[in-house]
């Protein structure tokens, strides 16, 4: 999976061509299937964001996903789960001051963020993640945030 | 303190209690009033003891009287167990001293950390420095739980919320909002190297008003990222404050360098130190000669000087630099 991650950085900007063509249809798509269906299928939907997010980018499911805006990185791998990173203490190796085998997820991110159109976007201020939100699905709460007009903080 | 309600507590004037409010600061300290004034400020910082002994934080702060306008109060540095920040700036304060109340996020969740905030601010502290902080298995507890809720910019915008809309995160509001002097750190010299001049615009857009350095021992490195904050206007927006520091020997110099992640140290200050007959005095010497290198740079504010068990020369190394001009920071003895 970690190849994979790598992978979504190297291309980060292809990625980002997909995401901003799918991200709309999938979201659509969960609130067409909400009105049908109601909650029911709720669980499948986390399911398949879960395994499809964990395989693309080690994602963590915290609930609060900020991919687009860090480079397609997940910060929730960096072991301070920094939101604007990197911190102080990156090797001169570009490597993880706490892993040193690994290379730093905001050295990635910053790599990533540099091939894709909307780069400056990483220069956005993230707080903290909402912990209420660990393991949910961040589709369906964008889904029902932008259905209700609520001003989204927060991507899939 | 602030007993600022007579009836409850009379107003009792000691050296701690907060100057009067002046427009366009933030704080009632002396810290950001020397900055504000335009002068070069120096800071240093005190490892808080092994002890439950209030003495053993004043005969540690006593080493910088007269050569330094703020104090540090590290949190739990290198992740390793320490008498707490909080405590020593409320210690230093009640005498007088300007101490800047650094918070790790390693240690406490956003509950903690506000009500950390609010107490220190209630204490009298002024200066606070938003800090990530080193991971737990730096330190003395590697077993520990790292918490690491908020990070350092997540705590600059925590601290400007309850100072400036005076109300927590949730929303609940504050009966008085904590004045204080916000400030967080920046390592120039860390790859992405680019990325270095975007980090610290998001914290100064995150709140930071003064930035404390890593230390700085690669000038032309410093001054290229200098003058890429003057042309982006961030050095009238923030304070920066050049960490510099004394390196004991070569020897000491190669371990940090290979040892402590962000410590970056070009190879000629190395062959420097090991060409000296007398490596300590070299190390002092660099450090002198750092500090007025600093000073020469465009907008650097100030210097932060970081003797990690050779305090002692602190007081020396700074009247040598001559970046004072001359002028005395204040300390208890003198006033």
């Given amino acids: 999976m970690i190849q994979l991650r790598h992978f979504a950085t190297r291309h980060a900007r292809a990625y980002e061509i997909v995401y901003n063509a799918s991200s709309p249809v999938i979201l659509a798509g969960i609130r067409v299937m909400q009105k049908v269906f109601g909650n029911r299928l709720d669980g499948v939907f986390t399911w398949f964001e879960k395994h499809s997010k964990g395989l693309l980018f080690d994602c963590q499911m915290c609930g609060n996903c900020v991919l687009s805006s860090t ?66 699905s961040a589709w369906i709460r964008l889904a029902n945030e932008q259905g209700i007009g609520v001003e989204v903080q927060h991507e899939a | 303190m602030r007993r600022e309600n007579p009836t409850i507590h009379p107003p009792v004037e000691h050296p701690g209690s907060p100057l009067p409010e002046e427009a366009g600061h933030r704080s009632r300290g002396r810290f950001e009033r020397v900055l504000r004034a335009g002068d070069f400020a120096v800071t240093s910082e005190i490892a808080p003891p092994d002890s439950s002994d209030a003495d053993e934080v004043y005969l540690r702060a006593q080493l910088f009287d007269g050569v330094c306008d703020a104090i540090n109060a590290t949190d739990g540095s290198g992740a390793n167990c320490h008498m707490s920040s909080v405590a020593v700036c409320a210690l230093l304060t009640h005498v007088g001293y300007s101490p800047i109340l650094q918070i790790s996020c390693r240690d406490k969740n956003r509950i903690a950390i506000q009500g950390d905030i609010l107490g220190a601010a209630a204490l009298g502290v002024c200066n606070v420095l938003a800090l990530s902080g080193d991971d737990v298995s730096a330190g003395d507890h590697p077993e520990a739980k790292p918490v690491f809720d908020l990070d350092s910019i997540s705590l600059l915008t925590t601290i400007k919320t309850m100072r400036d809309e005076q109300r927590f995160l949730s929303g609940r509001k504050l009966d008085r909002a904590p004045k204080m002097f916000a400030g967080s750190s920046i390592n120039p010299f860390v790859p992405p190297v680019h990325n270095r001049i975007t980090q610290l615009e998001k914290k100064i857009n995150a709140g930071a008003e003064f930035i404390q350095t890593q230390y700085c021992f690669d000038m032309p490195m410093l001054k290229e990222m200098m003058s890429q904050a003057v042309d982006k206007g961030l050095t009238e927006r923030a304070f920066i404050l050049a960490g510099v520091g004394t390196l004991a020997s070569a020897k000491t110099a190669r371990w940090l360098r ?59 190394m700074v009247k040598e630099s001559g970046v004072l001009d001359g002028r005395l920071c204040w300390a208890p003895e003198q006033h």
Avoid at chain 1, 82 to 103: A, Y
Avoid at chain 1, 107 to 133: D, L, R
């Fill in chain 1, 71 to 136: 480079g397609m990185t997940c910060p929730m791998n960096c072991p301070k789960t920094i939101r604007n990173g990197p911190c102080g203490g990156v090797r001169e190796n570009g490597h993880c001051e706490v892993k040193p085998d690994m290379k730093c997820v905001w050295v990635e991110a910053w790599s990533g963020s540099q091939k894709m159109k909307h780069s400056s976007k990483i220069e956005t201020v993230q707080f903290a993640p909402n912990y209420q939100h660990k393991g949910s």
């Fill in chain 2, 258 to 316: 290979a040892n402590v992640p962000g410590v970056h140290i070009p190879d000629e200050i190395i062959a420097r130190l090991e060409g000296a007959e007398n490596q300590k005095a070299e190390g002092q010497k660099i450090c002198v000669e750092l500090m007025q290198q600093c000073k020469e740079i465009e907008g650097i504010h100030g210097v932060h000087v970081m003797a990690y068990r050779q305090e002692q020369f602190v007081a020396e």
